[in-house]
T-cell receptor, first 109, second 114 residues
């Protein structure tokens, strides 16, 4: 299975702290994406990093990708209570997107 | 308009019922997707439509029947479902099929099969 494994499964931090989530996958990819999901509703796309990129930034988000280790990390800096959600990595290989197991982030005000 | 809409938001159906889920987007996207998500699990791809043609069926049971009447609409017809089919059904769209395009998700339909 191409499904990614995310670590940790759950993370609880204080507002203002940084949150780091890791994703490992098993097969070749064209890109890796990160999504956020609030309370079991629709997913929101956060950032896409291509397989030939190593790092990407978007606002308070920083994503790294190491294709040799088949791993990626998502860093959220200066977290806010509104960042409380589940975060999924998703690996894309041609037209197929496969979601990882997710990290549940709780940011305590 | 960057919104994907899904109706209904909630659906309860018996195992002998026939119902349909509807998804709509007006972003001019040419690829549309159905995902199934069980509680505390990641979304799992069911179907991909590209330019109104079915391009991927992830070995989904025939009691789920997708339909793409036009480039803005995607339906999922449900018939003779089982209680284990209860889940959140998510629709998504992207500009085109392929790995370079982000997917925009709708809010989902929460389906309960009794």
């Amino acid at each position: 299975s191409q499904q990614g494994e995310e670590d940790p499964q759950a993370l609880s931090i204080q507002e203002g702290e940084n949150a780091t989530m890791n994703c490992s996958y098993k097969t070749s990819i064209n890109n890796l994406q990160w999504y956020r999901q609030n309370s079991g509703r629709g997913l929101v796309h956060l950032i896409l990093i291509r397989s030939n990129e190593r790092e990407k930034h978007s606002g308070r988000l920083r994503v790294t990708l190491d294709t040799s280790k088949k791993s990626s990390s998502l860093l959220i800096t200066a977290s806010r209570a509104a960042d409380t959600a589940s975060y999924f990595c998703a690996t894309a290989f041609y037209q197929k997107v496969t979601f990882g197991t997710g990290t549940k982030l709780q940011v305590i005000p | 308009d960057t919104e994907v809409t899904q109706t209904p938001k909630h659906l309860v159906m018996g195992m002998t019922n026939k119902k349909s889920l509807k998804c709509e987007q007006h972003m001019g996207h040419r690829a549309m997707y159905w995902y199934k998500q069980k509680a505390k699990k990641p979304p799992e791809l069911m179907f991909v439509y590209s330019y109104e043609k079915l391009s991927i069926n992830e070995s989904v049971p025939s009691r789920f029947s997708p339909e793409c009447p036009n480039s803005s609409l995607l339906n999922l017809h449900l018939h003779a479902l089982q209680p284990e089919d209860s889940a959140l059904y998510l629709c998504a769209s992207s500009q085109d099929e392929g790995p370079l395009y982000e997917q925009y998700f709708g809010p989902g339909t929460r389906l309960t099969v009794t």
